[in-house]
Nanobody, 117 residues
Framework: QMQLVENGGGSVQTGGSLKLSCAVTGRTTCTDRLGWYRQAPGKEREFVAALPGFWCSGATVYADSVRDRFTISRAHAENILYLQMTIVKPADTAIYYC????????WGRGTKVTGSS
């Protein structure tokens, strides 16, 4: 059984910061990377960032829209995935989804982030 539970969403002023977390339960492997996606109102779900699975090695990847503003990280022993968001913009407003295994993998329920002006 695989379960992903996001937390930390909310409203943040333009330029502010917010940290999302994703608690993972279940077995993970190095074939399935960890990541964040988001879906803005009226838009398709889009990739945000990803890194290798817990205890795994490999590249960290960011969407151009969030590079240098967001940081993805792992707490290996605790099986928690984080997304540190800084310099938040209104365009970052979306439901943020934790993911394992990219689009064909597993998803959390999502947590809403609103960047307000």
């Amino acid at each position: 059984q695989m379960q992903l539970v996001e937390n930390g969403g909310g409203s943040v002023q333009t330029g502010g910061s917010l940290k999302l977390s994703c608690a993972v339960t279940g077995r993970t492997t190095c074939t399935d990377r960890l990541g964040w996606y988001r879906q803005a109102p009226g838009k398709e779900r889009e990739f945000v960032a990803a890194l290798p699975g817990f205890w795994c090695s490999g590249a960290t990847v960011y969407a151009d829209s969030v590079r240098d503003r967001f940081t993805i990280s792992r707490a290996h022993a605790e099986n928690i995935l984080y997304l540190q968001m800084t310099i938040v913009k209104p365009a970052d407003t979306a439901i943020y989804y934790c993911n394992i295994g990219d689009t064909s993998g597993y998803w959390g329920r999502g947590t809403k982030v609103t960047g307000s002006s």
